[in-house]
């Protein structure tokens, strides 16, 4: 009898959670800008320092960021580039 090859399937969906003022978003999509614009979140509702979960497959990596920067990154698309290509980097 032959062996059948089992190959690993890579989930390539991102998962990102948000953890602001005892509240919990959580958000899915193809690429990190999708999952992050999935939140549902705007700068206004950002009140406090908040703790960012990102998994993509068997990878995960979990950063605090302060109130003035979260805000921003909500507020401004392109300073949200910023913040993608840094985890994007993390999560190789």
């Given at each position: ?60 990596h ?9 805000r ?10 910023g ?10």
């Amino acid at each position: 009898m032959a062996k059948k090859n089992e190959n690993k399937v890579v989930d390539n969906v991102y998962t990102v959670t948000l953890r602001v003022s005892g509240k919990e978003f959580k958000g899915k999509g193809e690429s990190l800008l999708e999952a992050l614009t999935s939140l549902g979140l705007d700068y206004t509702q950002v009140k406090t320092k908040g703790e960012i979960i990102v998994n993509k497959g068997d990878k995960n990596h979990t950063r605090v960021i302060q109130l003035p920067k979260l805000r921003r990154y909500f507020a401004s698309k392109l300073l949200m580039g910023g913040l993608i290509r840094d985890l994007e980097t993390l999560l190789k």
